[in-house]
């Protein structure tokens, strides 16, 4: 069930490219990558959807963590790289990887902790970020479930009818002083 929910949305992403919807397959994409950050090969895919509509550098910035397949991903990096002054505090912020160390390959680890050592060089810091930890496949693009939608619902209807009910019964109370 869990990797269904997620082939849904890879092939929702597909649909989206081909129907030309790019910003929303990258949209999709990045929130994948928020829940997901240690699947890299999400951001490989949005590193290509970014190189196919011409963004060398934000290819670059998704690519960063990937061993280069081709000389394109090794220009779009080195593009990122020079767009940021190969500043490795800077592009640690920039690429927020709030995944797990531990569960990278090797290269990038490699990565990560020669832009980390420059980071504590040059600014004596290194970015942290809070870790995510979900599990591949149990992504749900809906937040709020069925329930909560109708307790949200109920709740601007009670909001709507206090203030008509607190009318009548005032002239419920008037009535009744003069009435008597």
Known sequence: MKNKSMGNLMHKIKQDLKDG???????????M???FPNDLSLRRRLGQIYFEAGFLDEAGK?????????NKMENAVEIYRKSLSNSG?????????????KLLDEYALKVITELEQHSLKITKQIPVFKVKTREK?????NKTDFLSKIGIFLLIGFIILLPILGVFKLFEIISS???Q
């Open 137 to 141: 496949g149990s992504y749900s693009e």
């Open 33 to 35: 990558i928020n829940q």
């Open 62 to 70: 998704f690519w960063i963590l990937s061993k280069p397949e081709n």
């Open 21 to 31: 919807r790019k910003k929303k397959a990258c949209d999709r994409l990045r929130n």
């Open 89 to 101: 505090n800077a592009i640690l912020k920039d690429i927020v990887f709030r995944g797990d160390k």
């Open 177 to 179: 002083l003069f009435s």
